[in-house]
């Protein structure tokens, strides 16, 4: 992921104003490690830290039109841009990037061209014909965006947070799906799809049309001119992303260039659920695996640095993110640019364990449609900035926009969990990869049970976390700790270890506002808490708060301790599949 800042009309068009752009530009220079570029019109800035994965020879950025009247800086990938270019045939184009299209797309269409792109993206276009500019984010934001103003009216857009929270008066997360045009002063929603009302859907589930629209999610996401992998913990989501990126990738361009070899990454403490298993989809996949081992201490070593690039202070984003951050470290050693990962599933399909108790399909379709509205402010933001700390990319098949309107389009009775017909957890994407003739994974894996990445790198982690947390804050302190922090008050001493950290890097009021707050429990909305009176005293993100539900539950007696129940009488010994029987 590239690094994009923008400032605009900023009354300031001096060299000390250029200097101090360059400067903060280059705080985003992790993210975009390749080239830096800048450009400037007036008091009108645009700086580019880029990351090169498609045309690294020429595809530097700011970006123009033939005569360099549109501008534009952008962090993204365009899928479609081939076909884009067709569409195009009365344009030049300078470079062979992707994002190349963009200013000639707006020449041709004006604003209204957002939405014919196919990818995840930010950008800033500026018009110098007029001195006008547009901002735009992709449809969930998978890529992060910021957008402040200064006292002297000028707008600033940044990547991230540390480009432009000492510089703004105010500042905010930029909505994904929206576009900000300095001509209208104001956002104006560009993706509008028919599950965003909530109305419940009412297509009959079709396996193999679920199917092929993820392996095309999949497939065009294998657009590289740099080396790649997948990242495996062999949970059902990136172990699915795997078998699809092995079984298409021989015929691909990424294929000449670099070897039809997949490379497979997974990281985790000594012995963990998700090493055992990745290890085992790895083999059964062929593909090149890399285990990467973390200790406790070394995630509480890199939380400082997990706080500072990923920007949250939330307990579960904090607990994913490192060891993704640690992971995405090794991988760019090796000189990997860019990653597939299994982000989104199981919010589209509700794959979190405490969807068990969702009390009807309208209620579980409402609860997926939240959770796919919020993802920009937790698994999209910890996929990005975790692996753009290290100059390396992250591409999520489960979150492209055409799988999105097949996925959400299904009934939501089909994605219902139904323990008595042996439907577990993200069911109907069980089956509709269930081939007995051309099986993509092992049964045991296609089936296993959810178990959420801060959990599957090792249960340990999350209670050596808790364990580090109580030695730093004490019962006095959290007793103060609304006074202390009135907004998003810490309940835990975890909550407020992050938090004090948090506030040292980004003391702004605007800062702590970024950071969505709310019970959950196992990574429910605050709404979903209500599914379940019992919830309401366990409010813990991790899915072993489910209580009842997963097979390492917190004991009920005592959901606040870090002990797993031995049995949970709640859930059958043998759960049946079709075609399969899974021991639990």
Same mark, same amino acid.
């Given at each position: 992921?590239?690094?994009?800042?923008?400032?605009?009309?900023?009354?300031?068009?001096?060299?000390?104003?250029?200097?101090?752009?360059?400067?903060?530009?280059?705080?985003?220079?992790?993210?975009?490690?390749?080239?830096?570029?800048?450009?400037?019109?007036?008091?009108?800035?645009?700086?580019?830290?880029?990351?090169?994965?498609?045309?690294?020879?020429?595809?530097? #950025?700011?970006?123009?039109?033939?005569?360099?009247?549109?501008?534009?800086?952008?962090?993204?990938?365009?899928?479609?841009?081939?076909?884009?270019?067709?569409?195009?045939?009365?344009?030049?184009?300078?470079?062979?990037?992707?994002?190349?299209?963009?200013?000639?797309?707006?020449?041709?269409?004006?604003?209204?061209?957002?939405?014919?792109?196919?990818?995840?993206?930010?950008?800033?276009?500026?018009?110098?014909?007029?001195?006008?500019?547009?901002?735009?984010?992709?449809?969930?934001?998978?890529?992060?965006?910021?957008?402040?103003?200064?006292?002297?009216?000028?707008?600033?857009?940044?990547?991230?947070?540390?480009?432009?929270?000492?510089?703004?008066?105010?500042?905010?997360?930029?909505?994904?799906?929206?576009?900000?045009?300095?001509?209208?002063?104001?956002?104006?929603?560009?993706?509008?799809?028919?599950?965003?009302?909530?109305?419940?859907?009412?297509?009959?589930?079709?396996?193999?049309?679920?199917?092929?629209?993820?392996?095309?999610?999949?497939?065009?996401?294998?657009?590289?001119?740099?080396?790649?992998?997948?990242?495996?913990?062999?949970?059902?989501?990136?172990?699915?992303?795997?078998?699809?990126?092995?079984?298409?990738?021989?015929?691909?361009?990424?294929?000449? #260039?670099?070897?039809?070899?997949?490379?497979?990454?997974?990281?985790?403490?000594?012995?963990?659920?998700?090493?055992?298993?990745?290890?085992?989809?790895?083999?059964?996949?062929?593909?090149?695996?890399?285990?990467?081992?973390?200790?406790? #201490?070394?995630?509480?070593?890199?939380?400082?640095?997990?706080?500072?690039?990923?920007?949250?202070?939330?307990?579960?984003?904090?607990?994913?993110?490192?060891?993704?951050?640690?992971?995405?470290?090794?991988?760019?050693?090796?000189?990997?640019?860019?990653?597939?990962?299994?982000?989104?599933?199981?919010?589209?399909?509700?794959?979190?364990?405490?969807?068990?108790?969702?009390?009807?399909?309208?209620?579980?379709?409402?609860?997926?449609?939240?959770?796919?509205?919020?993802?920009?402010?937790?698994?999209?933001?910890?996929?990005?900035?975790?692996?753009?700390?290290?100059?390396?990319?992250?591409?999520?098949?489960?979150?492209?926009?055409?799988?999105?309107?097949?996925?959400?389009?299904?009934?939501?009775?089909?994605?219902?969990?139904?323990?008595?017909?042996?439907?577990?957890?993200?069911?109907?994407?069980?089956?509709?990869?269930?081939?007995?003739?051309?099986?993509?994974?092992?049964?045991?894996?296609?089936?296993?049970?959810?178990?959420?990445?801060?959990?599957?790198?090792?249960?340990?982690?999350?209670?050596?976390?808790?364990?580090?947390?109580?030695?730093?804050?004490?019962?006095?302190?959290?007793?103060?700790?609304?006074?202390?922090?009135?907004?998003?008050?810490?309940?835990?001493?975890?909550?407020?270890?992050?938090?004090?950290?948090?506030?040292?890097?980004?003391? #702004?009021?605007?800062?702590?506002?970024?950071?969505?707050?709310?019970?959950?429990?196992?990574?429910?909305?605050?709404?979903?808490?209500?599914?379940?009176?019992?919830?309401?005293?366990?409010?813990?993100?991790?899915?072993?708060?489910?209580?009842?539900?997963?097979?390492?539950?917190?004991?009920?007696?005592?959901?606040?301790?870090?002990?797993?129940?031995?049995?949970?009488?709640?859930?059958?010994?043998?759960?049946?599949?079709?075609?399969?029987?899974?021991?639990?």
């Amino acid at each position: 992921m590239c690094g994009i800042l923008a400032v605009l009309g900023c009354s300031d068009d001096s060299q000390a104003k250029r200097v101090r752009v360059l400067e903060l530009s280059r705080r985003l220079k992790h993210r975009g490690p390749d080239w830096s570029g800048l450009h400037q019109h007036g008091d009108c800035y645009l700086a580019h830290q880029r990351l090169a994965i498609i045309d690294p020879a020429s595809g530097d #950025q700011p970006l123009f039109n033939e005569d360099k009247t549109i501008a534009v800086t952008v962090n993204g990938e365009i899928y479609n841009h081939e076909e884009l270019r067709k569409k195009l045939v009365n344009h030049k184009f300078r470079t062979g990037s992707d994002c190349d299209v963009i200013a000639h797309l707006y020449e041709e269409y004006g604003e209204d061209f957002v939405d014919m792109l196919d990818g995840i993206f930010s950008f800033v276009l500026l018009d110098t014909r007029d001195n006008s500019f547009i901002v735009a984010r992709d449809a969930i934001g998978v890529t992060s965006l910021y957008i402040g103003w200064g006292l002297d009216g000028s707008v600033w857009i940044s990547s991230e947070l540390k480009g432009l929270n000492d510089d703004c008066e105010h500042f905010e997360s930029f909505p994904p799906g929206h576009l900000y045009s300095s001509k209208s002063g104001g956002y104006k929603r560009w993706y509008n799809p028919p599950w965003f009302s909530e109305a419940i859907p009412s297509v009959p589930y079709d396996p193999l049309v679920l199917r092929r629209a993820f392996e095309n999610a999949v497939i065009k996401r294998l657009m590289t001119d740099v080396p790649f992998g997948v990242l495996l913990s062999g949970g059902l989501d990136s172990s699915l992303v795997a078998s699809i990126t092995a079984r298409y990738l021989a015929g691909t361009k990424a294929a000449k #260039q670099w070897g039809a070899q997949l490379h497979s990454f997974c990281v985790g403490l000594e012995g963990s659920p998700d090493l055992k298993a990745g290890k085992e989809v790895a083999e059964y996949l062929g593909t090149v695996h890399h285990e990467f081992h973390f200790t406790v #201490q070394d995630g509480i070593d890199a939380i400082e640095d997990v706080i500072y690039h990923v920007e949250t202070y939330d307990v579960t984003t904090i607990r994913a993110s490192t060891p993704m951050f640690l992971m995405s470290r090794k991988i760019k050693s090796l000189g990997v640019k860019m990653v597939i990962s299994g982000e989104g599933s199981d919010e589209i399909f509700g794959g979190y364990l405490y969807f068990h108790k969702a009390p009807n399909k309208d209620e579980f379709h409402r609860e997926t449609c939240r959770k796919i509205k919020a993802l920009h402010q937790y698994d999209c933001l910890r996929a990005n900035k975790a692996t753009s700390a290290w100059g390396l990319e992250a591409r999520v098949p489960f979150l492209d926009k055409e799988f999105i309107n097949v996925a959400m389009s299904i009934d939501p009775e089909a994605k219902m969990i139904k323990k008595d017909e042996g439907r577990i957890e993200k069911w109907v994407l069980r089956r509709a990869f269930d081939d007995e003739n051309h099986p993509y994974l092992p049964k045991h894996i296609l089936y296993r049970q959810k178990e959420q990445f801060s959990d599957g790198v090792g249960y340990s982690w999350i209670d050596g976390l808790k364990a580090h947390a109580a030695r730093h804050v004490t019962d006095k302190m959290m007793f103060n700790a609304s006074n202390i922090f009135p907004h998003n008050t810490p309940t835990t001493k975890e909550a407020y270890y992050y938090r004090m950290i948090f506030e040292r890097f980004f003391p #702004q009021n605007s800062a702590r506002l970024t950071v969505p707050g709310g019970a959950s429990v196992a990574c429910s909305t605050a709404k979903a808490v209500e599914w379940d009176a019992a919830w309401k005293n366990n409010l813990d993100p991790s899915g072993r708060a489910a209580l009842g539900v997963h097979l390492s539950a917190y004991d009920s007696e005592s959901p606040l301790s870090n002990k797993p129940s031995k049995v949970i009488d709640s859930i059958p010994r043998m759960m049946e599949i079709p075609g399969v029987a899974i021991q639990i």
